[in-house]
């Protein structure tokens, strides 16, 4: 193992090395942020990073280590007024120490406390924020079906039906994260009188509600995902998000969540560099240190600029969410080109630490199949790339 000398962000050995930060892109915070930065980055360092390997190998959700990620305020970053430059790098240094764990409060953030916060009524707000905002609730959001994936906004197959002043939701969903532990899932369903896609906040502990953990992920271990069975599930009328009366709100929150994954990119190649830094100063082959090789530094010299291109990217699309200005397009590219260099650099590093890349006790292959995830989530890689191109041609491949 190696002694994550990079492990206090900031502070290379005796100060000799920069941080990760290679743009000095923490510099554009305002003083407060910043310092909330720093508190964050010395938690996550020294209190998630290494702790989440063990329950990431048993694909165990650590819910011992959510109460101090509360106390942090990182239930209800999506709530707290901080600039989206400001929650990106915080999503970004979460990514840094664990790539599962950003996803779990970034789904949480982005895409179940918004879409409350957003869309939500008054009553639905009151119900379901406090204890999200705490972590002592988890939420799903359940939009993908195990027939349509990246067809989903045409193919949604499950159903909601008005029945007096019930609703009667029948349906499967697949991949859903915090399906087995959440209390409120968030179910998308095509509502049969108007052939509408709605949003419904259901109630967990339905007797219609099953959720089955899905096994053996290559990335994202952490992350609970499921199989969710919805049988006839009757709820309120007053489950109904009022906002969320087709499917451009989806359209609309996931435009802010695939920029969300641009940063969790920019976090897990700060972890690449941090961790193929360290082993290469410190892992040596005929008699000097991997770092003196020019083929390691190569490798290392072109991740640093996978990072940086990612990193600035990310700043001008945090501007553009802050004055509104952020497109589908946008997120679009931020998503698949971040995602598309971070699993190049994770790829990159898994070979220059040899054979001990292959383990994720040194940290690396974690990051490469989390990389591998998080490619694939929130709209593949390829249906974000046709979004780009749509947008410049006005020709769409994919409908
Ligand atoms: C770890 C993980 C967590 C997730 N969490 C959630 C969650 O919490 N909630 C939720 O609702 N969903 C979630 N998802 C689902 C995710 O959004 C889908 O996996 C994703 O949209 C792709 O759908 P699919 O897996 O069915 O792939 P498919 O749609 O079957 O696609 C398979 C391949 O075909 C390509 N492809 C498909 N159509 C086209 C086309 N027209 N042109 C070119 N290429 C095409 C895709 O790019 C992909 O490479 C999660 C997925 C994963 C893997």
Redesign the pocket.
């Known amino acids: 193992m190696t002694s994550a000398t990079l492990s206090n962000p900031g502070d290379g050995p005796q100060g000799l090395l920069p941080d990760v930060d290679l743009l000095h892109v923490e510099s554009l915070l305002d003083p407060a942020e910043h310092e909330r930065l720093g508190m964050f980055k010395e938690h996550l360092q020294t209190h998630v990073r290494k702790q989440s390997i063990d329950p990431w190998n048993r694909e165990h959700l650590p819910t011992e280590l959510l109460p101090a990620l509360a106390e942090l305020g990182l239930g209800k970053l999506f709530l707290d007024g901080s600039s989206r430059l400001f929650q990106g790098l915080v999503h970004s240094q979460i990514a840094r120490a664990d790539v599962s764990l950003s ?1 779990l409060i970034g ?1 949480h953030n982005e ?1 179940i406390v918004g879409t409350i916060a957003e869309l939500g009524s008054e009553e639905q707000k009151a119900q379901w924020l406090p204890g999200l905002s705490e972590l002592t609730q988890l939420g ?6 195990p027939t ?5 906004a045409g193919g949604l197959a499950t159903t909601a039906t008005l029945d007096g002043d019930e609703w009667v939701i029948q349906g499967e ?7 087995t532990v959440a209390a409120v899932a968030l179910v ?1 369903a095509r509502d049969t009188a108007d052939g509408l896609i709605k949003c419904f906040a259901v109630d967990t502990s339905h007797p219609g509600y099953t959720a089955t953990k ?1 096994a053996n ?1 290559m ?2 271990r952490i ?1 609970q ?1 499921a199989d969710i069975v919805l049988n006839e599930i009757r709820v309120p009328h007053t489950a109904l998000l009022p906002g969320a009366m087709s499917f451009d709100a989806a359209n609309e929150l996931l435009k802010d969540s695939r920029a969300w994954v641009g940063w969790q990119a920019v976090g897990a190649q700060q972890a690449i560099l941090d961790i193929l830094r360290d082993y290469s100063l410190e892992r040596i082959q005929f008699g000097k240190p991997l770092a003196s090789f020019q083929v390691i530094q190569q490798t290392m010299a072109e991740i640093a600029g996978n990072l940086a291109a990612s990193s600035a990217m990310m700043v001008q699309m945090a501007r553009l969410q802050d004055t509104g200005e952020l497109e589908m397009m946008h997120a679009a590219i931020a998503k698949s080109t971040a995602t598309r260099l971070g699993r190049q650099s994770a790829s990159l590093a898994r070979d220059a630490l040899g054979g001990n890349g292959l383990l994720s006790d040194y940290e690396i292959s974690k990051v490469l199949g989390d990389l591998e ?2 490619y ?8 974000n790339a ?1 979004i780009v191109s749509r947008a410049l041609t006005g020709v769409s ?2 409908v």
Do not use: Q, V
Not at 378 to 383: A, C, L, P, T
């Open positions: 996803a789904i895409l799903a959001f359940c939009l993908t079906e349509h994936g990246s067809d989903i969903k697949r991949w859903i994260g915090a399906g998308w899905i992920k990335g994202l992350m995902n995830a998080i694939t989530y929130e709209g593949s890689y390829h249906i046709l491949a994919f």
